[in-house]
């Protein structure tokens, strides 16, 4: 195996490129949802460290995964009567006959 040190060398140099874009309207208001709660207020008073970071990755989940923080179930226009199947009482005693082995109520291994 290669080592990291030498794949590093092999690797091009690293770009990084900031986009900016703006928060879409539903992205706003889980964010502002977010800074309100008082779980986050209390924990932005206290200062901890590791909730601090907790904050921020919740609000980086806003941005970038909205879907992961909050799920929004799909809703479809499309609509359709439930369907109702019909099967006449003679075909399920044939089948229940046919299930039992064709044996009658009181003969044995019935059940």
Same mark, same amino acid.
Not at 71 to 100: D, N
């Given at each position: 195996?290669? !080592? &990291?040190? *030498?794949?590093?060398? =092999?690797?091009? %140099?690293?770009?990084?490129? $900031?986009?900016?874009?703006?928060? !879409?309207?539903?992205?706003?208001?889980?964010? *502002? *949802?977010?800074?309100?709660?008082?779980? /986050?207020? =209390?924990?932005?008073?206290?200062?901890?460290?590791?909730? &601090?970071?907790?904050?921020?990755?919740?609000?980086?989940? @806003?941005?970038?995964?909205?879907?992961?923080?909050?799920?929004?179930? %799909? /809703? !479809?226009?499309? %609509? &359709?009567?439930?369907?109702?199947?019909? $099967?006449?009482?003679? @075909?399920?005693?044939?089948?229940?006959?046919?299930? @039992?082995?064709?044996?009658?109520?009181?003969?044995?291994?019935?059940?």
């Amino acid at each position: 195996r290669r !080592s &990291m040190n *030498e794949v590093e060398k =092999q690797m091009p %140099a690293k770009h990084e490129h $900031i986009e900016r874009c703006p928060l !879409s309207r539903r992205q706003q208001v889980l964010y *502002e *949802e977010f800074m309100q709660r008082r779980q /986050t207020q =209390q924990v932005l008073k206290k200062g901890d460290y590791f909730g &601090m970071m907790s904050v921020l990755m919740q609000l980086r989940k @806003v941005c970038n995964h909205p879907e992961l923080f909050e799920a929004r179930y %799909a /809703t !479809s226009p499309f %609509a &359709m009567a439930p369907l109702e199947l019909r $099967i006449p009482g003679a @075909v399920l005693l044939l089948e229940l006959w046919r299930a @039992v082995g064709g044996r009658l109520p009181g003969e044995p291994r019935f059940c």
